[in-house]
């Protein structure tokens, strides 16, 4: 129902010159102000610097909505347009909820595009924590969003096993196992302390034998290193299925210089005329594609940057026929996206083939106090820890509940806490209510069917509701377009703030207002349910029927 309205919004932005504007299609905080509206006259008043009201005006003058649709508009306060609702595209709305029930806010893309969505990539070094369980969230739901809305996606998960870090692992680990073994030995400068290497040692020592420390040292070191990869990618693998989140390919940086894509990125580079040498290093001509320096390729000493490799995977992505490339990092690494974007650009890529979301820090409080955390010196809030405790629903949520580059206060009390006070319980109890209405009524929720009777939902309760569910649809197609999961849980939370609200005002089995309301409420509750279940299970989050 909302697609049609978009639709033909997006037809009135293209006849004033602006086709593929990005506007926003909402429901208005107040309910006075009609059934949706939209910004879009104020982004073409700014775009033409002209009056936002006297556009809106204009806007409003060129839409062609059939009165079947849309009952009427009108210009608000700077420059919105409300948009009423027609009664019958209300009942069409419900009716398309019950008859797609799971599908329901799934659309299909004008354009399909095949997407390789990377996240998480954590270093082999040690075990998850929190900020990977935040960028695992957030990727996972990403991914989602893009399949919602028509798309193929490939969850990719790049393991950096090449590297002064996984020397560093090796060499710490080797220096455990022998410490474990009752010889001297000392963690390198640099070097990782986290008890979970001591555990990896007893492992190392138990599988392979005593002799295993009184090896001699180049091989010790090799075979630790092997070892160490193994036993944390193991142990990765494992916390990020408890956590909900599955890869469709696990790709290897060593297996990218194996393979020679490093040097062919290289070569391929060269042949475009983007390189050239100076001080004895090979350098990258990234500022005539927008970078605010040229980057150093190959230092004067042979050794390559960590950009090299980068290049060569993002160029095998290309190869491997994506459209999009879209990266989850770490916001430590923002200074890092306008020069792969100017290198992927200079290799003559659609600039908009790589995009990037930035995870912030995630800040673990603890009956109001934060939790210190250290990685070098192995003091961490691990993903599998916080997951134990406050389980997945809870921390996909709170993760998920603010936009990404955004910093995030993790309070695991409150995670806890079975509360309407906990966002993630509130949501879930209103799915709970509805599921309790069936019970106490004695129906099966997709056996209760038949024409919704506007007429029958007397209370504002029934109609905000209703409004309420039939902005779904438009929530994902943002939340998608925008990369930003977090709509989701925003769009939630008003949806169970709204389910509270009917469920305490009105009454469904044994209505006051007689047997009619009582079938329309039905068929609302119903709606209202699959709603809120087909956004959480979007989001990875489980639907309880009782809490």
Known sequence: ?????????????????????????????????????????????????????????RVIGELRFSPTVVSRTEVAGPGFINIWLAENQLTGAIAEILERGKSYGRTAA????????????????????VGHGRGAALGDAIASLYEWTGHTVTREFYINDAGVQVDRLAASLWARIKQEAGL??????????????????????????????RLPDDEGLRRSRAL?????????????????????????????????????????????GLTYEAEGALWLRTTQFGDDKDRV?????????????????HIDKHDRGFDRAIDVWGADHHGYIPRMRAVLVALGYAPDFFGVELVQLVKVLREGEEV?????SGEFVTLHNLVNEVGVD????????????????FDVELAKKQTDENPVFYVQMAHARLSGIFRTAERDPDAVEGELDLAALPAPQDSELLKTLVTFPEAVARAAREREPHRITVFLHELATVVHGWYHHTRAVGAPEGPDTERARLLLARAARTVLANGLTLLGITTPDRM
């Not at 921390?395 to 955004?406: M, N, P, Q, T, V």
């Open 372 to 376: 210190k955390m250290s990685k070098r």
């Open 228 to 272: 160490g990869i193994r036993m944390q990618r193991e142990e990765q693998d494992r916390d990020l299925a408890d956590f909900g989140v599955r890869f469709d390919v696990m790709s290897s940086e060593q297996a990218i210089y194996d393979a020679g894509r490093v040097e062919h990125a290289i070569a391929l580079l060269g042949e475009r």
């Open 110 to 129: 004008a354009g399909s595009l095949k997407v390789n969505l990377e996240f998480v990539s954590a270093n082999p070094t040690g075990p998850l924590h």
């Open 184 to 213: 001297q030995a000392d963690i390198p400068e640099g070097g990782y302390h986290g008890e979970y290497l001591r555990e990896n040692a007893r492992q190392v020592l138990a599988s392979e034998g005593s002799g295993f420390a």
């Open 1 to 57: 129902m909302t697609d049609a309205i978009r639709t033909e919004l997006e037809r009135v932005a293209a006849g004033f010159g602006a086709d593929g504007l990005e506007f926003v299609l909402e429901r208005p905080r107040d309910a006075g102000h009609g059934d949706l509206a939209t910004n879009l006259a104020m982004l073409l008043a700014r775009r033409d610097r002209t009056n936002p009201r006297e556009m809106a005006a």
């Open 394 to 409: 809870a921390a996909r949520y709170f993760f998920l509940a603010r936009k990404g580059a955004s910093p995030l206060d």
């Open 297 to 313: 390729l190959r230092k004067s000493d042979g050794s390559l940057t960590y950009l090299v490799p980068d290049i060569a995977y």
